[in-house]
């Protein structure tokens, strides 16, 4: 078996001896991946689906149960899609300065995601039993009042899942800084947005916030798939 002859370019792609470039279509699908997710986290927000922002009563889900289950699902499966592909969008930009941020940001962020997704849907699975038909209304809420009284099997791992994907997304913000990879101004407004969600904002000016956030890596996406 011959190998095929390849050229390693100044910014790190690998070009095959007729000048493609194997990793493009990777990096495209990456991306596109990315503006879905994050356009579809956008579209949740704006409609929210699940009522109130911390709904977590009996009283608050039983009405919305079937649209709640749903939208948390779709959220959940989004957002960990965004850790990774945010991640190896991020990566394939970042290619000299700032590869070790890069790297650990990748692997944070993409866990985040993955354990936020994990918290949200069996809090969603719980909720949508506890407020079931099949299960009385005093057996149903005394359930849920449980669930909220006791966070560690639910709540805890999301949070401390959305944690991890703030920390991982910080990292990889200050790897684009460090590369020059996006315009400075965007960073900037990305890392600033970020941080306010812990800044007391809260209702639907936070849902805003968030929907900022993903509009931002909707624009990186954009980004990601020119430049490959």
Same mark, same amino acid.
Do not use: C
């Given at each position: 078996?011959?190998?095929?002859?390849?050229?390693?370019?100044?910014?790190?792609?690998?070009?095959?001896?007729?000048?493609?470039?194997?990793?493009?279509?990777?990096?495209?699908?990456?991306?596109?991946?990315?503006?879905?997710?994050?356009?579809?986290?956008?579209?949740?927000?704006?409609?929210?689906?699940?009522?109130?922002?911390?709904?977590?009563?009996?009283?608050?889900?039983?009405?919305?149960?079937?649209?709640?289950?749903?939208?948390?699902?779709?959220?959940?499966?989004?957002?960990?899609?965004?850790?990774?592909?945010?991640?190896?969008?991020?990566?394939?930009?970042?290619?000299?300065?700032?590869?070790?941020?890069?790297?650990?940001?990748?692997?944070?962020?993409?866990?985040?995601?993955?354990?936020?997704?994990?918290?949200?849907?069996? %809090?969603?699975?719980?909720?949508?039993?506890?407020?079931?038909?099949?299960?009385?209304?005093?057996?149903?809420?005394?359930?849920?009042?449980?669930?909220?009284?006791?966070?560690?099997?639910?709540?805890?791992?999301?949070?401390?899942?959305?944690?991890?994907?703030?920390?991982?997304?910080?990292?990889?913000?200050?790897?684009?800084?460090?590369?020059?990879?996006?315009?400075?101004?965007?960073?900037?407004?990305?890392?600033?947005?970020?941080?306010?969600?812990?800044?007391?904002?809260?209702?639907?000016?936070?849902?805003?916030?968030?929907?900022?956030?993903?509009?931002?890596?909707?624009?990186?996406?954009?980004?990601? %798939?020119?430049?490959?």
């Amino acid at each position: 078996m011959t190998a095929t002859p390849t050229t390693t370019q100044a910014d790190g792609a690998i070009v095959l001896a007729d000048g493609t470039d194997p990793g493009r279509t990777r990096r495209r699908v990456a991306a596109t991946g990315l503006g879905i997710g994050a356009l579809t986290i956008a579209g949740l927000l704006v409609t929210t689906p699940w009522g109130a922002r911390n709904a977590t009563s009996y009283d608050e889900i039983a009405p919305v149960r079937d649209a709640a289950w749903a939208g948390m699902l779709a959220d959940g499966i989004a957002f960990a899609v965004v850790g990774l592909l945010f991640s190896m969008t991020v990566l394939s930009l970042v290619r000299g300065r700032g590869r070790v941020p890069a790297l650990v940001g990748a692997i944070v962020t993409s866990l985040g995601g993955l354990l936020f997704a994990m918290g949200s849907f069996a %809090f969603a699975s719980l909720a949508w039993y506890a407020t079931s038909s099949a299960i009385p209304v005093d057996a149903g809420k005394a359930l849920m009042a449980y669930a909220a009284e006791n966070p560690q099997h639910g709540f805890v791992p999301a949070m401390v899942g959305f944690l991890l994907f703030t920390v991982g997304s910080l990292l990889l913000a200050a790897s684009l800084l460090r590369s020059r990879a996006v315009p400075l101004a965007a960073v900037i407004v990305f890392a600033v947005l970020t941080l306010s969600q812990f800044a007391g904002v809260e209702g639907r000016g936070l849902d805003f916030v968030q929907i900022a956030l993903m509009l931002l890596l909707t624009g990186l996406a954009v980004v990601g %798939f020119r430049r490959s």
